[in-house]
């Protein structure tokens, strides 16, 4: 405790939501984060339910994006626990006492090497842990484009052939198996990372995400 107020003393902590001084995250910019809120997108409302807890604006881009594209590790617990509490606030997906399984959507390499790591990865391992869940890296994303800016059709191209199942990363069996993404935009790398699972032999039943644009 004392180490950590000085290193506050001598690297003041600022909310990545509000720059306010104190906690990666303060308290008020934490309550953005709400209830799973369905999510409706085309081809990925015809394979499961999809749910996101907050809209990708605001407060919650902005921590979003510290964690994501400014390399604020500390801001990976405050993501990790808001989607815990989305998980555990799902609909059962099958028998209650069935473990949840976590399989984030991956990043490209080049991407995860850029951003410090897989950032996806890293706060669904935050959620697990706070709420007794599996995290299985089923799922590789090997090259193709930055998808910012593409369409759903260019979204779903530039995934053709690219996004694969890895057998290691396997989710234990008897799971209720969730899709994690940091934002759902037009549905494709949700849809794809479903598909992928599914053609594997591993049923999905819901995909969660931090965020989703409007």
Known sequence: ??????????????????????AP??????????????????????????????????????TLIACKERRRRDVAPFLGRALAAGLMALPSGGPRASPWCLVPA????????????????RIASEAARLAGAYVAPALVLKGGRDAVGLSRTERT???EGRLRFAAAGRPPPGTRVVVVDDVITTGATSAACVTALKNAGVPVVAVLALLATV
């Open 1 to 22: 405790m004392l180490l950590r107020l000085l290193l506050n003393l001598l690297l003041p902590t600022y909310c990545a939501g509000c720059a306010t001084r104190g």
């Open 25 to 62: 995250v303060c308290a008020g910019c934490f309550t953005t984060w709400g209830s799973p809120t369905a999510v409706f997108r085309a081809p990925l409302a015809t394979l499961v339910p999809a749910y996101a807890l907050a809209r990708y604006a605001g407060v919650a881009k902005r």
């Open 106 to 121: 991956p990043s490209r390499r080049i991407a995860s090497r850029v951003r410090g790591g897989p950032h996806v990865q």
């Open 157 to 159: 191209a530039n995934l």
